[in-house]
């Protein structure tokens, strides 16, 4: 047991094997009989990092920076902190007749993949954070069982941050779901080659963010052109009503950074080009945008209709998804043409040469016009019925690989645009995987209602997302269903929604509004919503534009290191235990905190002031010390936001003063 840097177990059918991967990490594998290079990890090749094994009582111990792996005889692993030998993580004792900590049996859609869970003991004063997006509006997601797998609003990366010092990557694309109880911490994969996980400690919060980046990828820069302001709807019907909206925020002298073509600009789903009845001059459009300072966005979703002109080529070619039974239809969707329901098929980006010739149609049709950033939505991908196990991709069973779907598009239009030499390369998706960062990938929170209820969900799913190494997440302005124009309600809650807004990493407006036309929506522009909201609506885009060195500050940090721009109170104030609770405030880089107003009517709010530093309310100037809560005045106008007292320059951009 144990040679050179690795420690290796074996018993009856079952090989485990630890190894040091990145600074202060190990990953771990168990297999039956051997040990596989697979297709889906989430890792990227180790980096070499000094390790040694050490002899113990009744076992080997493998002495990776501050992470210390013990190894019993008897197949059990602890995880310890180096320094001061506590312990991080462990699995549950081995017993006579109990379930034991590593579980593998025979998958049944294949010979060649197992079911697998590992289970470790549960603690019962430990937070656990990250693990993607989800919709149950908590921040702590200790008690919760969440499923593994990708649907519209849920986002499955499946990264967990601990309270004890350390971060632990279920390194799977596989359905499964992991459950965070009382009893024990359980994570399982209904179909995979082997167990895998990565396992990394950290002194802080920060630590844990910075491993994780260096393990699956740090996130690109982000465009300079992409921190200000994003004009979006369900969908401009033709280009001269595009052109007019974006020469409206010129004549108003409003900021504006992107605007967006959304579905059905296409002759049908899968042609991937614009249909010229519609969109007569796009070249012309794309550069009369940029002479504005306007990128155009467009929507691109990973779908043919049986009748496009692509689908022959994919369907030849063997580069779309297949089903184990029955026929490959995969979506029932209503498609520009033929008129009524259509079932598109989905192509399989797991495939190498699929990804080719899906981004070489965007090339030709978009990318060769200006066009460099792309919506990829549905990106799950959107399916009904989601039977996982009817699913066969290039690289494997569904239930063995569907979670990686997000990523693989992703990657397509990343390298693409890489090799068509676009170097700042962005894409909005729906979903993400870990490692997703590393592609540019850009996440919204889905199609959410208009709702305060649904807008306080999007203040932890948001914090969350960042932990699991997306730095770049925003959400639908007002939310995505439901909202009516008319309403003062919703008018109120709209703007509550762009004060959220100006503070999270990406700043972006977009709505199916009430009461809609056919297939494009209401109107969505930032002076629809009534002249007092426009009028509060337009101080923001103001502030937005203020904040950009600020915001771009943060986005070199999450790139160089992980750290993730937008963060609950207790990355900054881990020792705060006061902090450890607020689920409704957070940090906006070290130095901006906010208190968004959550609640209908509310006109004031408690916000809670972090115990290690001294606070200037933004508006007023006012000096807080830390570890106070108060009650702040919330008029419409405006949310509490607090900036550390030692930086006064960003309290006055806020104010707009000099």
């Not at 309403?487 to 762009?498: A, I, K, Q, S």
């Amino acid at each position: 047991m144990g040679m050179a840097q690795v420690l290796t177990w074996r018993q009856g059918n079952e090989v485990l094997r630890i190894e040091p991967w990145g600074e202060s990490a190990v990953r771990v594998r168990a297999g039956m009989h051997e040990i596989k290079e697979t297709a889906g990890s989430a890792l990227l090749p180790a980096q070499a990092t000094e390790a040694r094994v050490e002899k113990m009582a009744g076992g080997t111990r493998l002495v990776v920076g501050l992470l210390t792996v013990e190894l019993g005889e008897d197949g059990r692993v602890r995880f310890l902190r180096s320094d001061t030998g506590a312990v991080l993580l462990e699995e549950v004792p081995v017993e006579i007749l109990h379930p034991a900590a590593r579980g593998m049996k025979r998958a049944q859609v294949s010979s060649e993949m197992v079911r697998v869970e590992a289970r470790f003991l549960a603690y019962e004063a430990e937070r656990i954070y990250g693990l993607g997006q989800h919709r149950h509006g908590r921040l702590d997601q200790k008690g919760c069982v969440l499923d593994l797998a990708q649907r519209n609003c849920e986002v499955n990366i499946p990264f967990a941050l601990s309270s004890r010092g350390y971060g632990f990557l279920w390194n799977n694309p596989a359905i499964g779901r992991v459950e965070f109880g009382h009893t024990c911490t359980r994570w399982v994969a209904e179909a995979t080659p082997q167990l895998d996980y990565w396992i990394c400690a950290g002194k802080n919060w920060e630590d844990l963010t910075a491993r994780y980046a260096e393990a699956t990828g740090h996130v690109p820069m982000l465009p300079e052109w992409a921190s200000g302001f994003w004009q979006s709807k369900l969908r401009y019907t033709t280009q001269d009503e595009l052109m007019a909206v974006a020469r409206e925020y010129k004549r108003r002298e409003l900021p504006l950074s992107v605007i967006v073509c959304d579905f059905f600009h296409w002759p049908m789903m899968g042609d991937m080009k614009f249909d010229s009845t519609a969109w007569p001059a796009p070249r012309a459009m794309v550069e009369e945008l940029k002479g504005m300072g306007v990128e155009l966005m467009v929507s691109v979703w990973p779908a043919l209709n049986g009748n496009s002109e692509n689908f022959k080529i994919f369907e030849k070619n063997g580069w779309l998804l297949q089903t184990a039974r029955g026929t490959p239809a995969l979506f029932p969707f209503f498609d520009t043409r033929p008129e009524g329901l259509v079932y598109l098929h989905y192509y399989d980006p797991t495939n190498a040469e699929a990804r080719a010739g899906f981004w070489n149609l965007a090339k030709e049709n978009y990318h060769a016009l200006g066009i460099g950033i792309f919506w990829l939505d549905a990106c799950e991908p959107e399916m009904n019925p989601l039977d996982y196990d009817n699913l066969v991709f290039s690289s494997g069973p569904g239930l063995a690989v569907a979670n990686s779907y997000p990523l693989e598009h992703a990657r397509a239009f990343y390298e693409g645009m890489q090799a068509a030499g676009q170097q700042d390369v962005l894409s909005l998706c729906r979903s993400a995987f870990a490692g997703s960062q590393r592609y540019g990938a850009a996440v919204w929170s889905g199609d959410i209602k208009s709702t305060f209820e649904v807008l306080a969900a999007q203040v932890p799913a948001g914090l969350n997302m960042g932990l699991s190494g997306i730095a770049w997440w925003t959400t639908d302005i007002g939310g995505f269903h439901s909202g009516n124009l008319e309403d003062e309600g919703f008018r109120e809650l709209v703007v509550r929604w762009f004060q959220y807004g100006v503070f999270c990493p990406l700043f972006r407006l977009h709505g199916h509004r009430q009461p809609a036309t056919v297939k494009s929506g209401a109107d969505n522009e930032v002076w629809s919503f009534g002249e007092k909201a426009y009028g509060i609506i337009r101080e923001q885009l103001l502030l937005r534009e203020r904040l950009r060195p600020y915001v771009m500050a943060q986005m070199a940090k999450a790139h160089e290191r992980g750290t993730p721009p937008m963060r609950p109170l207790f990355f900054d104030f881990e020792s705060d235990t006061a902090c450890h609770g607020v689920a409704d405030q957070f940090m906006f880089g070290p130095d901006v905190m906010v208190a968004p107003v959550l609640k209908a009517g509310a006109r004031e709010r408690t916000v809670y002031l972090p115990r290690g530093a001294d606070w200037l309310d933004a508006w007023t100037g006012k000096t807080h010390a830390g570890g106070e809560t108060v009650t702040a005045t919330a008029p419409l106008e405006r949310i509490p936001v607090y900036v550390r007292a030692s930086a006064k320059g960003v309290a006055k951009a806020i104010r707009g003063t000099t």
